[in-house]
């Protein structure tokens, strides 16, 4: 494989991107529809002169949308849209036609993700708009969208089989025509809701040791990470590994107390050579005609039992998805929305009650914040002759409704998948 350490890849993190302003079901079906005529038209686009790279404000672009007609000639990408059966009102210009059908204000991150004149000398195809397209509807917009575009940073947009997958189509062929759809692959999540979901993950590489050793999972002697020496070993062997997951090798990827039944869990590294050829052997051995349900670029990162592994994919960013490969059923689902929410998990099926989410606690503390207080409210009140004890029996009723409504919201969540 070469030399598959950090510097030999350019680092882009894939997950520090601009979440798209507007993503109503509405604005993702007519952008699919977009890419989609984009990828299977590419050659007729290709023979009227390619696509044209610049306009990231479309105002004052023409024809406008419902003066266009087929063989118009070197358009923008968006102004493919019309042509792709995505219908303009009357009179209507560019920028309020491509706000009402994909949300896009002109000069957004999106337009020059997808437009910007730094794209005709790096990646001026329409297969590549069409695949632009679809990396913004499942992680927005990249952070360095504009060193991508000048070929200084790298992202994988032009090069994950998931991405054709969510336009149903294989990798397309030009000589050949398109394909049909392989599998059905795990529900789509979208930008927004993948940034939502990683800001709940609990752990991550600075607070997962303290917290096995502080919730009696491990102690401290019982811990071991892989050495940098031993990681750019495994990377040798299987590619370059995703950030998140080389820091949780370099945590505990050779002993984690508790965490794992070496028996049950497959996910240390001295397991991971028998995993790859276990899963290998199971997904690859007798594929049906086509079928290939598990992209090229999965690294095995672990099995229950020698069953149904889980895989990231591989490349030098910062966070990868954990999917799993079930050998039963032969589907593939979702198991994290990256490497630490796919720990969590592993941690939350051994010890539900050990942790709550952010909010979850927050919610908790509040309670009990009102708890103390009402109990200093209660000491703070003297019998009086009347009422010796009234007064304080009913702040004490007042502070235990509290405290069983905290603990009982606190079990309840700690419960919760």
Request: charged share 25%.
């Amino acid at each position: 494989m070469g030399d598959c350490t950090a510097e030999a890849f350019p680092m882009s993190d894939r997950y520090v991107h601009l979440a798209p302003e507007r993503l109503s079901a509405s604005d993702q079906d007519n952008l699919v529809t977009l890419a989609r005529h984009l990828i299977l038209r590419a050659g007729e686009i290709a023979a009227a002169g390619g696509l044209a790279f610049g306009p990231v404000d479309m105002a004052g672009f023409r024809p406008l949308p419902g003066e266009l007609a087929a063989g118009a000639g070197k358009l923008p990408p968006l102004a493919h849209a019309p042509l792709a059966g995505i219908a303009p009102l009357p009179g209507e210009d560019w920028p309020a036609y491509l706000l009402r059908v994909f949300g896009l204000r002109g000069g957004s991150p999106f337009m020059h993700w997808l437009q910007s004149d730094l794209w005709a000398k790096t990646e001026p195809s329409a297969v590549g708009a069409g695949l632009r397209i679809a990396y913004v509807l499942d992680y927005g917009v990249p952070h360095d969208h504009v060193e991508i575009a000048m070929g200084q940073a790298y992202t994988d947009y032009d090069g994950s089989g998931f991405l054709w997958e969510r336009l149903d189509l294989l990798a397309f062929r030009h000589d050949i025509g398109p394909h049909s759809p392989k599998k059905v692959w795990p529900k789509w999540i979208g930008a927004v809701e993948q940034n939502r979901m990683r800001a709940e993950v609990i752990y991550d590489a600075g607070n997962l040791v303290p917290n096995l050793i502080e919730n009696g999972i491990a102690r401290p002697d019982e811990i071991e990470g892989c050495p940098p020496a031993e990681i750019e070993a495994l990377q040798r062997r299987f590619g370059p590994m995703p950030k998140a997951y080389r820091d949780f090798l370099a945590l505990v990827g050779r002993r984690s107390g508790l965490l794992v039944d070496r028996a049950e869990l497959w996910i240390h590294a001295d397991q991971l050579d028998e995993v790859d050829r276990m899963a290998r052997e199971r997904i690859f051995g007798a594929p049906g005609p086509g079928d290939d349900p598990v992209p090229g670029d999965a690294i095995f990162i672990g099995a229950r039992y020698g069953e149904h592994p889980w895989f990231v994919l591989s490349g030098a960013r910062a966070d990868s998805p954990v999917f799993r490969f079930d050998t039963d059923t032969g589907r593939v689902t979702q198991a994290g929305i990256g490497v630490w929410s796919w720990v969590e998990a592993l941690i939350r099926d051994m010890r539900p009650e050990i942790r709550l989410r952010p909010a979850e606690r927050e919610t908790v503390d509040r309670l009990l914040a009102i708890a103390s207080e009402v109990t200093e409210r209660a000491t703070a009140q003297p019998p009086t002759a009347a009422h010796p004890g009234g007064r304080a029996a009913a702040w004490t009723i007042l502070v235990g409704g509290v405290l069983l409504a905290a603990g009982s919201l606190a079990w309840k969540l700690w419960l919760a998948p």
